[in-house]
């Protein structure tokens, strides 16, 4: 079960942008680079995903490092409903793998 | 419905009495899968059910716990003679496939137990 390591907490100022890093050193190449986020009270949410090449959506980009040991979160412009709680998990893509979804690191947007 | 369903959204329960919570998939969705979520603490998984195969159950915290998915379709969770530990909220989430497209979650139910 490859493991994922993001720092506890992060701040960003409102309308700025936002990094949000997540090391997984032991990722093999069969696994796919999740992102999800859990807002207040509520279930998490998908954010986005990868496996080599950087990706873009509506909510957020991915940054992939070349060797796939780290990625990125990318907030363009944080606003006060992006305060949340941020996972990075690995999905195998080969067949079913347990997931565990580590305390992810809690953004603070400040207005 | 639009997204997956959980009731009932609180549960405060006596200590020692059984409850049962459920989970209402995507219509279409064949994965399963239930986490439980205590205070201040990331998702701790504890069973997945994909399709007609045998369930995976190996999170289950104790053999007071148990789940069943009835026609592929809604799951519940049985916590037996609960115990004040067991307050935490559970989420229940369903996926497409394996979970390659993403999960999808409900929003949980609050269990406490007093």
């Known amino acids: 079960d490859a493991k994922t390591t993001q720092p506890n907490s992060m701040e960003s100022n409102e309308e700025e942008p936002v990094h949000l890093p997540c090391n997984h050193s032991t990722i093999s190449g069969t696994d796919y680079i999740h992102w999800y986020r859990q807002l207040p009270s509520q279930g998490p949410e998908y954010v986005i995903h990868g496996l080599t090449s950087n990706v873009n959506n509506r909510m957020a980009s991915l940054a992939i490092a070349e060797d796939r040991k780290s990625s990125t979160l990318i907030l363009h412009r944080a606003t006060l409903r992006d305060a949340a709680v941020y996972y990075c998990?690995?999905?195998?893509?080969?067949?079913?793998?347990?997931?565990?979804f580590g305390t992810g690191t809690k953004l603070q947007v400040i207005p | 419905g639009a997204g997956v369903s959980q009731s009932p959204s609180n549960k405060v329960t006596e200590k020692g009495k059984d409850v049962e919570l459920r989970c209402d998939p995507i219509s279409g969705h064949t994965a399963l899968y239930w986490y439980r979520q205590s205070l201040g603490q990331g998702l701790e998984f504890l069973i997945y059910?994909?399709?007609?195969?045998?369930?995976?159950k190996s999170g289950l915290p104790s053999d007071r716990f148990s789940a069943e998915r009835t026609g592929g379709s809604v799951s519940t969770l049985t916590i037996q003679r609960t115990q004040q530990e067991d307050s935490a909220v559970y989420l229940c989430?369903?996926?497409?496939?394996?979970?390659?497209?993403?999960?999808?979650f409900g929003s949980g139910t609050r269990l406490t137990v007093v």
């Open positions: 998990i690995l999905r195998d893509f080969e067949g079913y793998q347990k997931v565990t």
């Open positions: 059910f994909q399709g007609n195969s045998a369930p995976d």
């Open positions: 989430a369903s996926s497409l496939d394996q979970g390659l497209s993403g999960y999808t």
